[in-house]
Nanobody
């Protein structure tokens, strides 16, 4: 049974930082791309960033490039999302996702999902 468990969300003021974690279990995740998506109220789920399993290839949405950083610890089966210079428009539920193969930006391409963690940025 594959499980992805996110943690690290919370309420922060604009300009501050948060680090999200996604702990993966239930299988070997070699050759799995890992992604972060977010969904704000009344909006579609959108791509934030993703990385291949080695961490050597990363992709970012233009809205977060330069502020967010994805990384992974393969020994711990954990993926991180460091979010700096947060803005009120970053407020959303953040989801971790996994898929076999290469990085994709469409939610439908991912096989496994976490339950999400709420990030709220106040102005």
């Amino acid at each position: 049974q594959v499980q992805l468990v996110e943690s690290g969300g919370g309420l922060v003021q604009a300009g501050n930082s948060l680090r999200l974690s996604c702990a993966a279990s239930g299988r070997t995740f070699s050759n799995y791309a890992m992604g972060w998506f977010r969904q704000a109220p009344r909006k579609e789920r959108e791509f934030v960033t993703a990385t291949d399993w080695s961490g050597g290839i990363t992709l970012y949405a233009s809205s977060v490039k330069g502020r967010f950083t994805i990384s992974r610890d393969t020994a711990k089966n954990t993926v991180y999302l460091q979010m700096n210079s947060l803005k009120p428009e970053d407020t959303a539920v953040y989801y971790c996702a996994a898929r076999s193969g290469s990085i994709q930006t469409q939610p439908g391409e991912y096989d496994y999902w976490g339950q999400g963690t709420q990030v709220t940025v106040s102005s």
